[in-house]
């Protein structure tokens, strides 16, 4: 694969960027003060970026490099790595063991680790955990490998599921701690949803699904459950803030890390 640099940034280089994938790129990134384009192999560039400031990059590994860049990210209880840095877990922390790859849930984003740092704060000994919108299954894994009874992790693509039970497999969480189904809240078609209620909810996903989920949430919790929602950009917090009021939750709490906010809420009041 070949890398070419180009001075600048998505906004100034704007109009460059789609005579870029017209040339072939498959992959364009911002990095401080310049793009890079990524090509499979070497590539006569449109005479309107050509004469640019271009820099070709020597060939490398790029795969080493990832694999060597993904660093663990600590959450909590837990550290979230990916196969190969297993052993890398921080001290007194138990390793969450993530294959990156098509599925959302590396821990690397601030939701996927603010969520789990939120579910560590949880007795979760024997408890029923709901994960919706699972995607890599990372959180019903960690809640899994923080005493919870049972998680189950649903998503709406079914490209997930497969992926969220190997995942599951890799930590030796068996079925019967974590269940993987693709699904959501609101269909009525998962068996496991009609069951008795959760001890706990936490869902990744956005903030306009939050108020239009609100209901199913507090429908799925046992009273006084706790609710973790994240996927939150900070500046829809009051949409998600007036759902769950409107849904009578209690004891509202928010965190916040750069653009995305944590939400944590409890069903009613305490039983
Ligand atoms: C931001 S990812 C979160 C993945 C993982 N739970 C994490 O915290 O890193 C959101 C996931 O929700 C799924 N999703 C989107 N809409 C959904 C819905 N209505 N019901 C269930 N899953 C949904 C997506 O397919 C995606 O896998």
Do not use: C
Not at 122 to 136: C, E, I, M, P, Y
């Amino acid at each position: 694969m070949l890398v070419y640099r180009l001075p600048g940034t998505f906004d100034t280089r704007e109009a460059h960027l789609d005579l870029l994938w017209e040339a072939g790129a498959t992959g364009l990134e911002e990095r401080a003060g310049h793009i890079r384009a990524y090509f499979g192999a070497r590539t006569a560039l449109p005479p309107e970026i050509a004469d640019g400031d271009w820099t070709e990059e020597a060939e490398q590994d790029w795969q080493a490099e990832f694999r060597r860049t993904l660093r663990p990210v600590r959450a909590g209880r837990l550290t979230i790595v990916a196969p190969w840095h297993a052993g890398e877990a921080e001290e007194g922390t138990r390793p969450l063991i993530i294959e990156p790859g098509m599925a959302f849930g590396t821990g690397h984003h601030a939701t996927t680790r603010m969520a789990t740092e939120a579910l560590s704060e949880l007795d979760l000994a024997g408890v029923r955990v709901l994960d919706v919108g699972t995607g890599s299954g990372v959180l019903a894994i960690a809640a899994a490998l923080l005493g919870a009874g049972f998680a189950l992790g649903v998503d709406i693509d079914p490209i997930t599921i497969p992926i969220a039970r190997e995942n599951a497999e890799i930590n030796g969480v068996a079925p019967a701690q974590a269940r993987f189904e693709e699904g959501t809240l609101g269909l009525g078609d998962l068996p496991e949803l009609e069951e008795a209620p959760f001890g706990v909810v936490v869902a990744n996903l956005y903030a306009e699904l939050h108020d239009l989920l609100a209901g199913e949430y507090a429908a799925h919790l046992v009273p006084g459950g706790p609710l973790v929602l994240t996927g939150i950009l900070t500046g829809k917090l009051d949409l998600v803030r007036a759902a769950l009021d409107r849904e009578g939750f209690t004891g509202v709490t928010v965190r916040e890390d750069g653009d995305w906010a944590l939400v944590t809420a409890r069903r009613g009041e305490e039983p």
